[in-house]
């Protein structure tokens, strides 16, 4: 389980470092509200962007994009709602997914914006 822990913070730091060269500012990381969390939220000028960051060693088990459920969909809305509210955003929101497969040593990155349309 460490190591799936681990591999988990790589990824995420990996996303994180991706979605700033991308020109997003990350707002807030592993954001919680009741039994949701969010891994990434950013803003890239007045779109607000929540981010679930998927990561595998392999394909073994399938696509890392594949295992975000309609479950988890459904908490991440319910987070969405919250920091809208908290935060009073006015502008657009988007879900995305950041999919990395972690191998030889470097994440390959796929950013599937939208993700929940």
């Known amino acids: 389980m460490a190591h799936n822990t681990h591999l988990g913070q790589m ?16 707002l807030e990381k592993n ?37 975000v459920s309609e479950r988890k969909e459904n ?9 809208i509210e908290l935060h009073q955003w006015q502008h657009d929101v988007r879900f995305d997914v950041i999919s990395i497969l972690w191998r030889h040593g470097q994440p390959e990155i796929l950013h599937i914006e939208d993700a929940f349309h």
Do not use: N, W
């Open 11 to 26: 990824g995420e730091h990996a996303a994180e470092a991706y979605l700033q060269a991308q020109g997003y500012l990350v």
């Open 31 to 67: 954001f919680r509200y009741k039994r949701a969390e969010v891994d990434l939220i950013a803003a890239k000028e007045k779109l607000l962007v929540l981010v679930e960051v998927k990561t595998r060693s392999s394909h073994q088990y399938g696509y890392p994009e594949e295992a």
């Open 75 to 83: 908490l991440l809305r319910l987070a969405a709602d919250y920091y």
